[in-house]
């Protein structure tokens, strides 16, 4: 599963998702991943999301996928909505295995399930889970994508290509298995998967005043760090050297011959934090045993600038639409 173009978001999308109800805070916007509602006194935080490409694990991973951009927003996600449908409505084990993982990822960050829908369909192949997610401000101020502000530090945490690369472990054990990759190092790819959620670290980064958060999904942190700059109108400058990379990634990516940079990472928080404020940051996550790295800084400008050695390359172009793992789906249709 891809995602639409900007082009085709701006001409299809937008122009028919307007709103001019005073309470909508924030609406549909290029970027920003969730909704901000007033309700009463206080703000609601909403996101939607559906998970078509994965089969192992699919109800928890849903659940973990919608709750991080609640999470990156700075509030605490609270309540969800789930839709699962499975191919046929012989699929009952498979939709009860299904519920049991979207309890099981329920009961780890302490949200509710509070209702949904579930059915089948002939016109699918593989089940497909969608979980709307909730969380109220009670008092903090959302952190949004389009914060950043020029001097600002670029924190991004655990490393890249983690969801990815476990989902292909998961998945495509068997093409892993013909390029070579060994059973021990599968099952170090099948774990990164444990490090998908991001409610921890982004509590800490909102603690730290960060301006702009933003988990790494679908187009991996390259297409994270294009969103942001763009919708904050700046310039991110980025050190490829300092971005944290686990070796079983590196060796994933080499034998599916794939880029980390673009491949989704659930479980990967980018965020942007002033310079005073990035080093105690940085030290708070270590603490609670997450890897942080400061990787770069905002400057006057547009686009992500990616310094590697020498060589300093300039990007501009929103391109959501790709990503690694859907072009995985492609080669090795399951």
């Not at 509710?112 to 016109?123: L, P």
């Not at 952190?143 to 472990?169: F, N, P, S, W």
């Amino acid at each position: 599963m891809s995602k639409f173009s900007l082009e085709v978001l701006e001409r299809c999308v937008f122009p028919h998702a307007v709103t001019h109800d005073p309470d909508v805070l924030l609406g549909s916007a290029f970027g920003e991943d969730v909704a901000l509602t007033r309700v009463g006194d206080d703000i609601l935080a909403s996101h939607v999301d559906p998970i078509i490409g994965a089969i192992d694990n699919i109800g928890w991973l849903a659940v973990h996928v919608a709750c991080n951009d609640i999470a990156a927003s700075g509030i605490r996600p609270r309540w969800i909505l789930v839709l699962v449908l499975v191919p046929s409505r012989k699929d009952e084990d498979l939709l009860e295995s299904i519920m049991a993982d979207v309890h099981r990822a329920a009961v780890e960050i302490n949200v509710s399930v509070v209702g949904g829908h579930t059915g089948y369909s002939s016109g699918i192949s593989r089940p497909l889970v969608a979980v709307s997610a909730f969380g109220d401000a009670r008092g903090r101020t959302p952190v949004r994508t389009g914060g950043a502000k020029v001097g600002d530090h670029v924190m991004v945490t655990k490393g890249i290509a983690l969801e990815g690369t476990a989902i292909l472990a998961c998945d495509f054990a068997d093409v892993a298995r013909d390029l070579g990759i060994t059973d021990h190092e599968l099952a170090r790819a099948k774990d990164l998967i444990l490090d998908v959620s991001v409610i921890r670290e982004a509590e800490v980064f909102a603690e730290f005043g960060a301006s702009a958060m933003h988990d790494v999904t679908r187009g991996g942190i390259f297409e994270t760090l294009l969103e942001m700059a763009r919708t904050s109108g700046v310039r991110f400058r980025i050190n490829i050297s300092l971005l944290p990379q686990r070796a079983v990634v590196e060796r994933f990516a080499r034998c599916f011959a794939f880029d980390p940079l673009r491949m989704i990472s659930s479980g990967t928080l980018v965020a942007t934090v002033e310079p005073g404020n990035a080093d105690a940051a940085a030290r708070r996550l270590g603490e609670i045993g997450i890897l942080c790295a400061d990787i770069g800084t905002v400057e006057h400008g547009d686009g992500v600038e990616l310094i590697d050695g020498d060589k300093t390359d300039h990007f501009d172009e929103i391109r959501c639409e790709d990503d690694e793992l859907a072009r995985m789906w492609t080669l090795y249709p399951r």
